[in-house]
């Protein structure tokens, strides 16, 4: 998110642009009313975004590695043990429960979580996202050793094709998280840098290709509307590959329009988010904490209860009745930490935001003999296929695809937002007796409940569901479409809840099927 046009000139509506998204980020996480439409493309038009605009150094993947490190590693590094201290502080004087809702495990652990892509580490769920862009630029520095003087479809093949193995290995659960969503988003990356290269963008200029686009646009978002497609790339939740590259193109298109139109016809409200926009990577590191600041606000206003400041995100009956409050709130807070940090120069040198020390940077790993320097490159793409292989393993993987080709299955009575009603149905096919991973995230509106399996009519194993994330596993045989019924003690109907029209009967969310061979 931290990025410039490569001439070192910004573009009004490039900054308008994020900003806009910057904000939909904010809000999607205090689950307001508008997140069927924000989830829909907002973070995939990000990585469109930072392809489009992004610095690159071609071919120079030490140089990439120094100076992208120190503007987008440093600031994680710094701010997540300043978090860690903080929550270490707070667990010693015994008021960590008020402010932290997940058990403390330990620096160990949180450092680890943080690795290998988890996003529910407490103030700092959004950074996952600088991981996977630095990864992004740093894969792409490297095949651009490998591969040099390409055009830009042997790009897209290639970013296709790594693509492909990305999303094989989602499927397959092979790999960090981290390193799977560089895999995929880099091709969302790399269609950012061709929509630049090829000018697409001057194409919604025309006003009846504009109004064209626009009509698309709005059946688009209709469509996935009323079919339930949502995206969260965190987690790796969308439809298909296929769908959603359309729904963040179609989201990322109407942006691009409503941005140009803000930037020709507004002037004081553009300024609002030409600013937000040149601030993003602050909110991006801050905006959690900056919930806690809102919870704190709505609390002494007898809003919230304190129970509920603990919480990452708000609950669905605050978020939608305060989303406005809580996230504006935290934007203001993130800005004013933002405009401090960036007042002093030892505080800009400490987040990685001091130019001076960037240009510095890349002048000190300037190597004159060009042998030494053919020679750090061939280590250093040795040591990526090497990593690469490691990651994904091809043994375990073509294990993985062999028993996946030896079972099937389906969950019947689910909604297309992963959530279940009262009852479901799982049918599965398998050649072989096998475990059933079923992870499922019960929801605040339900505290606790209970779940019964049945096989056949019987009721086989029952599990109690506590708030939050939930694995449970169930032994199953060896069977040509068996079904599955598990049936569920408490449901809740969202209208009751926040008046958003919504009767469903509802659970629990179905976060991933897995089935793994019995050993």
């Keep these: 998110m931290r990025i410039q046009e490569t001439t070192g000139k910004r573009i009004e509506w490039i900054d308008i642009f994020k900003g806009l998204l910057m904000i939909m980020v904010v809000v999607g996480h205090t689950t307001g009313r508008f997140n069927m439409f924000i989830y829909q493309f907002h973070?995939?038009?990000?990585?469109?975004?930072?392809?489009?605009?992004?610095?690159?150094?071609?071919?120079?993947?030490?140089?990439?590695l120094v100076k992208k490190g120190y503007g987008l590693l440093l600031p994680i590094v710094v701010v997540f043990a300043t978090f860690l201290f903080i929550m270490r502080l707070f667990f010693k004087i015994g008021v960590y429960h008020i402010f932290f809702q997940q058990e403390y495990y330990g620096i160990p652990f949180f450092c680890r979580q943080l690795v290998h892509g988890n996003i529910y580490i407490e103030w700092l769920g959004a950074a996952w996202f600088i991981i996977v862009l630095f990864g992004i630029m740093l894969l792409w520095e490297t095949i651009g050793v490998v591969f040099k003087d390409k055009n830009v479809y042997i790009n897209l093949c290639i970013s296709f094709f790594?693509?492909?193995?990305?999303i094989f290995m989602q499927m397959s659960e092979k790999?960090?998280?981290?390193f799977r969503l560089v895999l995929?988003?880099?091709?969302?990356?790399?269609?950012?840098?061709?929509?630049?290269?090829?000018?697409?963008?001057?194409?919604?200029?025309?006003?009846?290709?504009?109004?064209?686009?626009?009509?698309?646009?709005?059946?688009?978002?209709?469509?996935?509307?009323?079919?339930?497609?949502?995206?969260?790339?965190?987690?790796?939740?969308?439809?298909?590959?296929?769908?959603?590259?359309?729904?963040?193109?179609?989201?990322a298109s109407f942006l691009c329009i409503f941005c140009k139109m803000l930037e020709r016809y507004t002037k004081y409200l553009k300024s609002v988010f030409i600013y937000i926009g040149k601030n993003t990577f602050g909110i991006l590191l801050f905006h959690f904490m900056g919930f806690k600041v809102a919870y704190l606000v709505l609390y002494m206003l007898n809003v919230m209860p304190k129970e509920d400041i603990a919480l990452l995100c708000p609950k669905a009956e605050v978020g939608n009745l305060y989303w406005w409050l809580i996230a504006g709130i935290s934007i203001g807070v993130c800005l004013l930490i933002w405009q401090i940090i960036k007042n002093f120069k030892i505080t800009r040198i400490i987040m990685g935001q001091d130019k001076s020390v960037e240009v510095l940077l890349g002048q000190k790993i300037k190597i004159s003999?060009?042998?030494?320097?053919?020679?750090?490159?061939?280590?250093?793409?040795?040591?990526?296929?090497?990593y690469f292989v490691y990651q994904i393993n091809p043994r375990?993987?073509?294990?993985?695809?062999?028993?996946?080709?030896?079972?099937?299955?389906?969950?019947?009575?689910?909604?297309?937002?992963?959530?279940?009603?009262?009852?479901?149905?799982?049918?599965?096919?398998?050649?072989?007796?096998?475990?059933?991973?079923?992870?499922?995230?019960?929801?605040?509106?339900?505290?606790?409940?209970?779940?019964?399996?049945?096989?056949?009519?019987k009721c086989i194993n029952q599990y109690n569901l506590s708030c939050g994330s939930n694995m449970i596993q169930i032994e199953v045989p060896a069977a040509e479409k068996q079904k599955i019924d598990i049936v569920f003690d408490k449901y809740f109907i969202p209208d009751e809840v926040s008046g958003s029209g919504d009767e469903r009967k509802l659970t629990c969310q179905l976060i991933d099927i897995q089935l793994e061979r019995k050993r």
């Design 175 to 178: 790999g960090s998280m981290s």
């Design 43 to 64: 973070v995939g038009a990000f990585f469109l975004i930072s392809g489009m605009v992004a610095k690159n150094i071609e071919g120079d993947p030490l140089k990439c």
């Design 162 to 166: 790594i693509a492909c193995i990305g």
């Design 184 to 251: 995929i988003t880099q091709f969302i990356y790399m269609c950012g840098k061709i929509i630049k290269e090829k000018n697409i963008t001057e194409y919604l200029d025309n006003g009846k290709i504009c109004l064209l686009v626009l009509i698309i646009n709005i059946a688009l978002f209709i469509f996935f509307r009323k079919n339930n497609y949502i995206m969260d790339i965190a987690t790796g939740t969308w439809p298909n590959p296929l769908i959603a590259w359309v729904m963040i193109l179609n989201g």
């Design 396 to 457: 375990d993987m073509y294990s993985a695809y062999i028993f996946e080709k030896n079972k099937q299955y389906n969950v019947e009575e689910i909604y297309g937002d992963k959530f279940l009603g009262e009852t479901a149905t799982i049918e599965y096919t398998s050649k072989q007796d096998a475990i059933m991973n079923i992870e499922l995230f019960q929801t605040d509106e339900i505290k606790e409940n209970i779940l019964k399996v049945y096989i056949e009519g």
């Design 369 to 386: 003999d060009c042998n030494i320097r053919k020679l750090l490159y061939y280590i250093w793409v040795i040591v990526t296929i090497i």
